[in-house]
């Protein structure tokens, strides 16, 4: 059985190993964060590794690392760094933290839901009253909105006030992809394409150059161009070449992620052959995952 100290000693460790992406974690680095002299530190350290939950790395740049068994002892779920599950706080990613577990309370009504949240990395910057968003998670899509309304320090855990719970749908971004999309040639000019994303309430469309898709070209991008004076370069000139080509298969969660970790807002779905088959903006991933029939609230 861990004491307190420990436990708080383990959340730490693990807390500083995840925002530093592996790296091992000096003794001195851990009473910093507590507020403890590094002695007790070392003390507990060696009682942490006798019980397996700490392994120590030696030379200049060594310290300790968590093992398995530590994220065990506290309740934490080990997942692969790429399926962490995301907070979100104003519209904006926290980073260096990610859920570990969800538990929910019963739920009578679902404007009663309170959810257990227990999180790997630091919540400091995660205060009473603060609105957040979680997710999706990997498993079942579970979104989550609410209002912080209690915090456990010593074990990392958040108690959310639920107010929307939402399952995003198993579909594909085929599914919900826009077919008749707008495209530009490579030699169009720029007061051309000016109009056309005017004409057609958009804010980007992608390049087309025999058929395939070879880039895409913005307002942002018609901005930067009238303000730089290349009102007489072309949009195949100007255009971004940096693609984010998705296969229709992708899943809308998949898709979001993407977006998220690309910080873009649309996604060009094509073929094998890059062959254009439709467009998914982030307007659209909106409007399905507010769309109240597609997610409807869980109450069991």
Known sequence: M??????????TLINLYQSSNGKSIKGEDIAEVMGR???TIRNQMQSLRSLGLVKGVPGPRGGYKPTIEAYHSLNITVSDKDSKVPIFKNGNRVEDISVAKIEFTSVPQP??????IKVLGSIKDLTLGDTISIGPTPVNNLGILGTI?????MDNILLLDTKTIR??????VGEIASRDVISFKMNCTIKDAAKRLAENEIDGAPVMKDGKVVGVFTV????????????NCTVGELMSTNLIIVN???KIANAIEVMLKKSISRL?????????LGIVTRTDLINIIANLDQFPIITN
């Open 220 to 231: 942002s991008d018609l901005v930067h161009a009238i303000a730089e004076d290349k009102d």
């Open 2 to 11: 861990l004491t307190s100290v420990q436990k708080e000693i383990l959340q």
């Open 167 to 172: 399952s995003i749908p198993k579909q594909s």
């Open 248 to 250: 229709e298969d992708l």
């Open 268 to 276: 060009i779905v094509a073929d094998n052959n890059q062959d254009l």
């Open 149 to 153: 309304v209690g915090r456990d320090d």
């Open 111 to 116: 404007s009663e839901c309170e959810a257990a």
């Open 37 to 39: 002299n590094p002695g």
